[in-house]
T-cell receptor, first 113, second 111 residues
Framework: SQTIHQWPATLVQPVGSPLSLECTVEGTSNPNLYWYRQAAGRGLQLLFYSVGIGQISSEVPQNLSASRPQDRQFILSSKKLLLSDSGFYLC????????????FGPGTRLTVL | GQSLEQPSEVTAVEGAIVQINCTYQTSGFYGLSWYQQHDGGAPTFLSYNALDGLEETGRFSSFLSRSDSYGYLLLQELQMKDSASYFCAVRDRNTGNQFYFGTGTSLTVIP
């Protein structure tokens, strides 16, 4: 069966510090991978998605970047965090184009102070 | 661009039926999904509609009208555990890989 892992679960970082959030998927090959951010009480905002190793599509210009160094690994990074980067970050995967269901990881709650 | 509208809050009685509506505007439409999210948790998939009509999965049903750019999620025989946020999401046709979520509807089930 497939599983998706995210870490850390919670993170408190000062403004201007770097960020690295990791997501890994097990039990599937060549998944589509996604990073979303959810502000408190709000919907999910698509940040990045990837259809393969090294292929990253960015949805909104921002202070963040993403990388996919391996088939089942997706990393969200920032060189200098802003207060507005606080939120709940969710990684998700989906099978090939014929599938519609996304599977979400447990999320990382980031607080920037 | 894409925009999706849902009611922000709905309250219903245990055992009753509730309908959560979603209207969308998108440059390319592939299908409409519904997700459930409990407080502090990850969203979980409920249903997907690509064609007009009703899809039924147990106590949950989802409806789509492509001509009206409208869909709804119907929850029957409400249980206390159904208290959660519900999101509709549009699958973008241009790439088939992007999903855009509504702002969510917070459902509270009361005894």
């Amino acid at each position: 069966s497939q599983t998706i892992h995210q870490w850390p679960a919670t993170l408190v970082q000062p403004v201007g510090s770097p960020l690295s959030l990791e997501c890994t998927v097990e039990g599937t090959s060549n998944p589509n991978l996604y990073w979303y951010r959810q502000a408190a009480g709000r919907g999910l905002q698509l940040l990045f998605y990837s259809v393969g190793i090294g292929q990253i599509s960015s949805e909104v210009p921002q202070n963040l970047s993403a990388s996919r160094p391996q088939d089942r690994q997706f990393i969200l990074s920032s060189k200098k965090l802003l207060l507005s980067d606080s939120g709940f970050y969710l990684c998700a995967w989906k099978g090939s184009s014929s599938y519609n269901e996304q599977f979400f990881g447990p999320g990382t709650r980031l607080t920037v102070l | 661009g894409q925009s999706l509208e849902q009611p922000s809050e709905v309250t219903a009685v245990e055992g009753a039926i509730v309908q959560i509506n979603c209207t969308y505007q998108t440059s390319g439409f592939y299908g409409l999904s519904w997700y459930q999210q409990h407080d502090g948790g990850a969203p979980t998939f409920l249903s997907y509609n690509a064609l007009d009509g009703l899809e039924e999965t147990g106590r949950f049903s989802s409806f789509l009208s492509r001509s009206d750019s409208y869909g709804y999620l119907l929850l029957q025989e409400l249980q206390m555990k159904d208290s959660a946020s519900y999101f509709c999401a549009v699958r973008d046709r241009n790439t088939g890989n992007q999903f855009y979520f509504g702002t969510g509807t917070s459902l509270t089930v009361i005894p």
